[in-house]
């Protein structure tokens, strides 16, 4: 019987480590997207443009096609590390983060898709880990700041009044879509496309009153 007992806790905590590495991948994943930003740095020519067109295109398209795959089945979901028990039945968190950010550089200016990129890159998995030491409150108080910063950052140039109204629009948009859980669609998704769209419709609006607030572009090609 203590053998048994003594087998069951070392199967426990090789399940518990198992866990807390693919908790660290996640994270990690995250960080590690915002190094997609250095495309901006790429040099402007037209084959380099094609490059940049297409090839987030098809790798987004085919990590599209290998989770529907997972999904029905034809793919063992084991081979997929750090997948949470939710996604099994439906799309991966990368997915939906490579999504957004396929979106953001293809239909957004930089100055809008930067700062919103950074909030899924840093916001959000910083926002996870205070949840827990902080509570919910103090950590989105945190998340909020962080996301200021970025968008603060971003549209440093622009005049003080736009400066102001897309810092505090921008963070807002982003905590909302950390905080907003829906059931098909993931945060990783939305931290990043309800800033987006929130500014997208603020530049629109005053693009018709004859006003463009859109400051100079943070990165520009080497």
Same mark, same amino acid.
């Given at each position: 019987?203590?053998?048994?007992?003594?087998?069951?806790?070392?199967?426990?905590?090789?399940?518990?480590?198992?866990?807390?590495?693919?908790?660290?991948?996640?994270?990690?994943?995250?960080?590690?997207?915002?190094?997609?930003?250095?495309?901006?740095?790429?040099?402007?020519?037209?084959?380099?443009?094609?490059?940049?067109?297409?090839?987030?295109?098809?790798?987004?398209?085919?990590?599209?096609?290998?989770?529907?795959?997972?999904?029905?089945?034809?793919?063992?979901?084991?081979?997929?590390?750090?997948?949470?028990?939710?996604?099994?039945?439906?799309?991966?968190?990368?997915?939906?983060?490579?999504?957004?950010?396929?979106?953001?550089?293809?239909?957004?200016?930089?100055?809008?898709?930067? @700062?919103? *990129? /950074?909030?899924?890159? $840093?916001?959000?998995?910083?926002?996870?880990?205070?949840?827990?030491? %902080?509570?919910? #409150?103090?950590?989105?108080?945190?998340?909020?700041?962080?996301?200021?910063?970025?968008?603060?950052?971003?549209?440093?140039?622009?005049?003080?009044?736009?400066?102001?109204?897309?810092?505090?629009?921008?963070?807002?948009?982003?905590?909302?879509?950390?905080?907003?859980?829906?059931?098909?669609?993931?945060?990783?998704?939305?931290?990043?496309?309800? @800033?987006? *769209? /929130?500014?997208?419709? $603020?530049?629109?609006?005053?693009?018709?009153?004859?006003?463009?607030? %859109?400051?100079? #572009?943070?990165?520009?090609?080497?």
């Amino acid at each position: 019987m203590e053998k048994l007992v003594d087998y069951q806790e070392e199967i426990k905590e090789k399940l518990n480590g198992i866990e807390m590495d693919a908790h660290w991948f996640r994270r990690v994943f995250h960080t590690f997207a915002a190094t997609f930003l250095f495309s901006y740095l790429l040099p402007d020519n037209p084959w380099i443009n094609l490059g940049k067109l297409y090839v987030p295109i098809i790798v987004v398209t085919g990590i599209a096609i290998l989770e529907y795959r997972r999904i029905k089945g034809e793919v063992d979901h084991q081979h997929f590390f750090g997948l949470r028990s939710y996604e099994k039945r439906r799309p991966a968190s990368y997915l939906y983060f490579g999504v957004a950010m396929l979106f953001l550089f293809l239909f957004f200016p930089q100055q809008i898709a930067i @700062p919103c *990129i /950074l909030c899924a890159a $840093f916001s959000d998995p910083l926002i996870g880990e205070l949840r827990h030491s %902080l509570g919910k #409150k103090r950590a989105y108080v945190f998340g909020f700041s962080v996301s200021l910063f970025f968008f603060l950052i971003t549209w440093l140039r622009a005049e003080w009044w736009v400066l102001i109204v897309v810092s505090i629009l921008g963070a807002s948009g982003a905590l909302i879509g950390e905080a907003k859980k829906l059931k098909m669609i993931d945060d990783d998704f939305m931290i990043q496309m309800v @800033p987006a *769209i /929130l500014l997208l419709l $603020f530049w629109g609006g005053m693009l018709l009153t004859g006003i463009d607030i %859109l400051p100079g #572009k943070l990165i520009l090609p080497l």
